[in-house]
């Protein structure tokens, strides 16, 4: 999977679990650095579950990293 897969698997998977939509989600990450972070970490992320790395989502937006 390459990294802009990646990126957008985990706007919709997002976007999904939390009824919004997909472009207010790529706004939301992009604003709080997440696309960022999932770019610069694709390596370490793409490996894991959709659970761990949503996780690691929710905990970066809740401000717990």
């Known amino acids: 999977m390459s990294k ?3 990126k957008l698997f985990c706007i919709e998977k ?3 679990r939390k009824n919004l ?3 207010e989600v790529y706004r939301l990450f992009e604003d709080r650095g997440i ?3 999932l770019d610069e970490d694709y390596e370490i992320l793409h490996g894991h579950g ?3 790395v949503i ?3 929710e905990r970066i937006l ?3 990293l």
């Open 4 to 6: 802009l897969s990646f």
């Open 14 to 16: 997002y976007a999904d």
């Open 21 to 23: 939509l997909s472009n």
């Open 35 to 37: 696309l960022q972070m």
């Open 50 to 52: 959709f659970e761990y």
């Open 55 to 57: 996780g690691d989502i």
């Open 62 to 64: 809740e401000g717990g």
